[in-house]
């Protein structure tokens, strides 16, 4: 079992690094691909590489990663707990929102990380990821991040809980206790 997962992260690991499915791969120095515990039961989904992420090809190792593991740290949690991965795994120019077609065509790898992860909660992190996320799996709901983050929502077999991307307290320092708050309830909920 662990040997299969493994060969299949692999093979879809190196797919991933010589795609071409979307401009984006004219813009990045390097795809990003998922990383972490792959026996995990909960899996981590961010947005997209950033800057450093595009340099270093490792997730979460600028300065979101920083806030994120603060956050996880608050709560007793540590990365190494979880599988993460992004939504897009190519650099998005200037941090932009990703376009509808870029979405279409990076999702599938996505959607093959979890079946590989088999994880029994997914934690999108932020709009998009919980967008897609929240569609994938029929969910209908308002996506409005104060309100949704650190709520439990089932689906078939998983639970779903919308966190707050770590991005955003760069932006907006006053959501400080907002996310500490559903970062610690994802660690009771564990
Ligand atoms: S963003 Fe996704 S679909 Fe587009 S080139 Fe990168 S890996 Fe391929």
């Given at each position: 079992m662990f040997n299969s997962k493994t060969h299949r992260l692999e093979k879809l690991y190196q797919e991933l690094k010589n795609?071409?499915?979307?401009?984006?791969a004219l813009t990045r120095t390097q795809v990003v691909c998922g990383e972490g515990?792959?026996?995990?039961n909960v899996f981590l989904i961010g947005l997209a590489p950033g800057k450093d992420e595009d340099k270093?090809?490792?997730?979460?190792?600028g300065r979101a990663g920083k806030v994120l593991d603060e956050l996880l740290k608050k709560a007793?949690?540590?990365?190494?707990y979880f599988y993460m991965s992004n939504l897009i795994k190519c650099m998005l120019p200037n941090n932009r929102p990703p376009k509808k077609d870029e979405i279409e065509a990076c999702t599938s790898y996505l959607d093959e990380e979890i079946e590989i992860i088999n994880p029994d909660i997914l934690v999108p992190l932020g709009f998009f990821a919980t967008k897609y996320i929240f569609s994938k799996y029929g969910i209908s709901c308002k996506i409005e991040m104060n309100s949704i983050c650190g709520k439990i929502f089932f689906a078939e077999n998983k639970k779903i809980m919308p966190l707050h991307h770590p991005a955003s307290l760069l932006y907006s320092p006053n959501l400080k206790s907002i996310m500490e708050r559903t970062y610690i309830k994802l660690k009771n909920f564990l």
């Open positions: 795609c071409q499915k979307c401009p984006l515990n792959i026996n995990s270093k090809g490792r997730m979460f190792v007793s949690l540590h990365r190494s």
